[in-house]
């Protein structure tokens, strides 16, 4: 079955800083890919996707994502953090079999806290 | 600008005591959703309707029923609710069948059961 895994449910940075966000999938055909974002006391919002194309996305925010097959992963990153980024984010796949078509529904991580401080 | 909207924002329940969770969307979405998140699990599919008329099981969709009432509305019931269905819960829509279509969620239900 289709997983993804988030490395470090917190993860603390400064103000201006680089921001990381692990994210790794487990299969052999490359699965559409979702960051989404969760503001406290909100629902989710959908930062940024890669579905084909263009390995690196930019998505909303000045947050962006860069697909590697060679690695499974798909890492959300930000130059330079700030107060506002502070948020629960979430990566999440929908898997695909060899024909392109999805065998699942969209599966989510288990969550990276970003706590940002002045 | 409404959106998903769900009802209650929060609610505190007995064990065995039942409730529906309302959720409504304003955006003319054909596939609708119900999760449910965790600490450190993410959240979980419990339920989801790709279109009016038809609803299919996710995840977790034990000692939970769902009902499309028509193409705005979706409701969550747990008919004897248990301590393991404390949790946060979210609606969610999105326009149709395209799997790379984003999500709109709600903004929770915040469910307790004692």
């Known amino acids: 079955a289709q997983s993804v895994t988030q490395l470090g449910s917190h993860v603390s940075v400064s103000e201006g800083a680089l921001v990381l966000l692990r994210c790794n999938y487990s299969?052999?055909?490359?699965?559409?890919l979702f960051w989404y974002v969760q503001y406290p006391n909100q629902g989710l919002q959908l930062l940024l996707k890669y579905t084909t194309g263009a390995t690196l996305v930019k998505g909303i925010n000045g947050f962006e994502a860069e697909f590697k097959k060679s690695e499974t992963s798909f890492h959300l990153t930000k130059p330079s953090a700030h107060m506002s980024d502070a948020a629960e984010y979430f990566c999440a796949v929908i898997p695909l079999n060899a024909g392109g078509t999805s065998y699942g529904k969209l599966t989510f991580g288990q969550g990276t806290i970003l706590t940002v401080h002045p | 600008n409404a959106g998903v909207t769900q009802t209650p924002k929060f609610q505190v329940l007995k064990t065995g005591q039942s409730m529906t969770l309302q959720c409504a969307q304003d955006?003319?979405?054909?596939?609708m959703y119900w999760y449910r998140q965790d600490p450190g699990m993410g959240l979980r599919l419990i339920y989801y309707s790709a279109s009016e008329g038809t609803t299919d099981k996710g995840e977790v969709p034990n000692g939970y029923n769902v009902s499309r009432l028509n193409k705005r509305e979706f409701s969550l019931r747990l008919e004897s609710a248990a301590p393991s269905q404390t949790s946060v819960y979210f609606c969610?829509?999105?326009?149709?069948?395209?799997?790379?279509?984003?999500?709109?969620f709600g903004s929770g239900t915040q469910l307790s059961v004692l």
């Open positions: 969610a829509s999105k326009p149709g069948p395209r799997l790379a279509e984003k999500l709109f």
């Open positions: 299969s052999s055909v490359p699965p559409y």
């Open positions: 955006m003319n979405h054909n596939s």
